[in-house]
């Protein structure tokens, strides 16, 4: 009964995500468009293999001028643009799901049947609202860099013993770096976790490749145009980064002290590698976060990091007798249930704010689209974004092969003389500021992401 019941759980579920390839998805318009015109150019003139090794090559030079290496990209991103849009964004749905799959499915191989462990971590892992952002753009290189992380770190917690899982178990981890770089520190973490967990050959070797490759990622950067400033910290970047990770990490970190509460610590003969385990999540998502203190990094950029101490804390409060010499403040199956619905409640609260941007930011596209498609010419349209200036008429060469219309970025008012719409994106502040009686909302009427307006050229922009 339990093996059919396992069954009918991943029919529905891979039917759940068949269905949400065929909704009505486009690409977005922060790299997508661009990816994919490359890709299909490249396709069409050289065949499909040789397309896909073309592609690969031609984003070299660009990285290295940017300083930025990352082979699992330039991959990622010769492959994934041959599918249709509503298939790619399935895929990473998938990808995200895989993550918490594994991430439990990994301790239960280390922990039997301890029932009280794996539920609270997934549900924790599912509170953080980063950790669905990047389902609606399919460049976000965070998303499967997570999954590679789990793989990687999985089969080495659980399988140390087996000399191919743990050269898998290095090819995953290091798949997740040169998809991010900052992704380096899971390897440098799980070599110091080998070494001290009496795999010393393990963890010499692992600590050996991982340093030739961080070699690598360092002389790139350092001479990159883009990455040069990750050597300059500036206090104002390291603050917004903060108060962006704690923003989102608030969720999680609710949790983490309701479970360490409610259901107490592992069996103590599991706390002397437990405490190593978080550890590695410890050293690697701190590591990582400090990486992004040079950006003032926000939203799908913290997933990583988020992710990693939270599991880390989890584990470390689980195998921590410090932290339970005190009576615990319920252990009643009534409180546990309670924090169960508790949990539940949270994680519909934050995925369901976070689908509901994705699928307005998706129908605003999808709507602006259909709009374009429709239009003369010679119509002028403007935006103040200068990333979706350049992707939007890619996207539609995609799409109309006779569209060829101009699409310019503005920065201050007086530009609209040359503009015919302006269209603005996720409630753009300069958009915002450029609104007045000049304008007049032709479509779109609610939606939050996407706003066009037809310029009232009677008035005057001096």
């Known amino acids: 009964m339990k093996k059919f019941l396992y069954l009918l759980s991943l029919i529905v579920l891979m039917g759940f995500i068949y269905f949400y390839s065929k909704l009505p998805w486009e690409w977005g318009l922060m790299d997508d468009p661009h990816f994919a015109v490359m890709l299909q150019k490249n396709v069409d003139q050289f065949g499909i293999i040789q397309g896909i090794i073309h592609n690969f090559t031609s984003y070299i030079p660009d990285d290295r001028t940017w300083g930025m290496f990352r082979p699992g990209l330039w991959l990622y991103i010769?492959?994934?643009y041959?599918?249709?849009p509503g298939v790619c964004y399935a895929v990473r749905l998938l990808t995200i799901l895989s993550s918490v799959f594994f991430l439990c499915f990994f301790f239960f191989k280390k922990y039997g049947h301890e029932k009280t462990f794996y539920l609270p971590l997934a549900l924790i892992v599912l509170a953080s609202p980063v950790f669905y952002a990047g389902l609606g753009i399919v460049s976000i290189q965070e998303t499967p860099g997570v999954l590679f992380v789990v793989l990687g770190l999985g089969l080495i917690f659980s399988f140390s013993n087996?000399?191919?899982?743990?050269?898998?178990s290095f090819i995953f981890i290091f798949s997740a770096a040169v998809l991010k770089a900052?992704?380096?520190?899971?390897?440098?973490?799980?070599?110091a976790f080998l070494y001290l967990n009496k795999k010393k050959a393990s963890g010499l070797i692992l600590f050996f490749l991982t340093f030739l490759l961080f070699t690598v990622i360092y002389?790139?950067?350092k001479s990159g145009s883009y990455t040069g400033r990750i050597y300059h910290f500036d206090i104002q970047n390291i603050a917004i980064t903060l108060k962006n990770f704690f923003r989102a990490f608030k969720y999680p970190l609710a949790l983490i002290i309701l479970d360490s509460c409610v259901m107490g610590p592992l069996p103590e003969k599991h706390w002397k590698e437990g405490r190593l385990i978080s550890l590695v999540f410890l050293m690697s998502g701190f590591l990582y976060l400090g990486v992004l203190f040079v950006w003032g990094a926000g939203s799908y950029h913290l997933s990583p990091p988020i992710f990693m101490v939270s599991v880390g804390i989890f584990m470390f409060l689980r195998t921590s007798r410090d932290f339970f010499k005190w009576k615990p403040l319920f252990r009643s199956e009534l409180a546990k249930k309670a924090y169960y619905a508790f949990s539940i409640i949270v994680i519909l609260f934050v995925s369901g704010r976070q689908g509901l941007y994705i699928y307005h930011s998706n129908q605003g596209i999808v709507g602006l689209r259909d709009w374009a498609l429709t239009i003369p010419s010679e119509t002028r349209i403007c935006t103040s974004g200068y990333e979706a200036a350049s992707t939007f008429p890619k996207l539609m060469s995609m799409r109309s092969i006779h569209w060829n219309?101009?699409?310019n970025a503005i920065t201050q008012k007086v530009e609209l003389k040359g503009c015919d719409f302006l269209f603005y994106l996720d409630d753009d502040s300069l958009a915002n500021g450029l609104r007045g009686n000049w304008a007049t909302e032709v479509s779109f009427p609610g939606n939050p992401f996407v706003k066009l307006f037809k310029i009232d050229h009677s008035i005057g922009f001096d």
């Open 78 to 80: 010769s492959t994934a």
């Open 82 to 84: 041959l599918l249709s």
């Open 162 to 168: 087996s000399i191919p899982l743990l050269i898998l």
């Open 182 to 191: 900052p992704f380096i520190w899971v390897a440098f973490s799980a070599s």
């Open 219 to 221: 002389i790139w950067s």
């Open 405 to 407: 219309n101009v699409v």
